[in-house]
């Protein structure tokens, strides 16, 4: 095995100590591992996309407490903050329970040489209904029932992974991350259903490359073999038929 295949496995299984460490254990001074995206991963499918050279981590978020600068950035009433009043302390985006046993995620990364803007990101995110919560990162509820926790979630790939309102404007980013965490409030793919679309709306607002878990562009193929995955965890965790009591 290459040394570039070894890599590309340590930082797969360290993105998924990232998203456990993030959004699962509700512990936000705990600062999760960073890590850079591969700079020229292989494209999937005659249809992928142009894969990006990402550029260096970012500063990291400020230190300041989240509802001090979520109420600092109200305050000053810039447009591109509404909505992100949000404190790190607020329960709005928080998962019901620990419990979990698979992970989809998907990366919108900047093009070549490029970054994503902090700013930029707040107002897509807004446009595409994901909404400023618990962990200060960003996540799509389900609509009249936000006390069932997200259906997926997005924060940026540089440590700690959340957004600080008060240094927005100084956030540079070369991806953000999006990951559905199953079981979720809907069928794993009614959930995916929903991530999609909003990924590769938000990879448009952007103009970014949609990337899938291998850090690859997102292609045809690989959306299909994601659905069959998920119906097959869709079958698998139905709830088993009742038994008709025998008759005598």
Not at 11 to 38: E, N, V
Not at 100 to 119: H, M, N, P, Q, W
Not at 138 to 143: I, K, M, Q, T, W
Not at 229 to 235: G, M, N, P, V
Request: hydrophobic share 45%.
């Amino acid at each position: 095995m290459t040394e570039t295949a070894l890599l590309r496995i340590g930082i797969m299984t360290a993105g998924l100590l990232l998203i456990a460490a993030i959004f699962l254990f509700g512990r936000p001074k705990k600062k999760a591992q960073g890590r850079r995206l591969d700079d020229q991963a292989p494209a999937a499918g005659k249809d992928a996309r142009r894969e990006p050279v990402l550029a260096g981590e970012g500063p990291a978020a400020g230190e300041a407490d989240g509802a001090a600068a979520s109420a600092e950035a109200a305050e000053q009433g810039d447009p591109a903050l509404e909505g992100t009043e949000a404190a790190a302390g607020s329960d709005l985006g928080k998962r019901t329970t620990q419990d979990f046993d698979k992970i989809v995620s998907l990366f919108v990364a900047a093009r070549a040489g490029e970054t994503l803007r902090g700013e930029d990101i707040v107002v897509a995110a807004e446009k595409t209904g994901l909404v400023f919560g618990h962990m200060n990162v960003f996540h799509r509820l389900v609509e009249g029932h936000p006390e069932r926790g997200p259906i997926f979630s997005m924060a940026s790939i540089i440590k700690p992974g959340s957004f600080d309102m008060a240094t927005i404007r100084e956030l540079e980013t070369p991806a953000i991350a999006f990951f559905l965490t199953l079981p979720a409030p809907l069928t794993a793919l009614d959930a995916w259903e929903k991530m999609l679309p909003t990924v590769q709306r938000m990879g448009e607002l952007l103009d970014g490359v949609v990337l899938d878990d291998g850090r690859n562009a997102l292609g045809r193929q690989r959306i299909a073999h994601i659905r069959d995955e998920l119906r097959a965890y869709d079958r698998q965790h139905q709830a088993p038929p009742l038994t008709k009591p025998p008759r005598w």
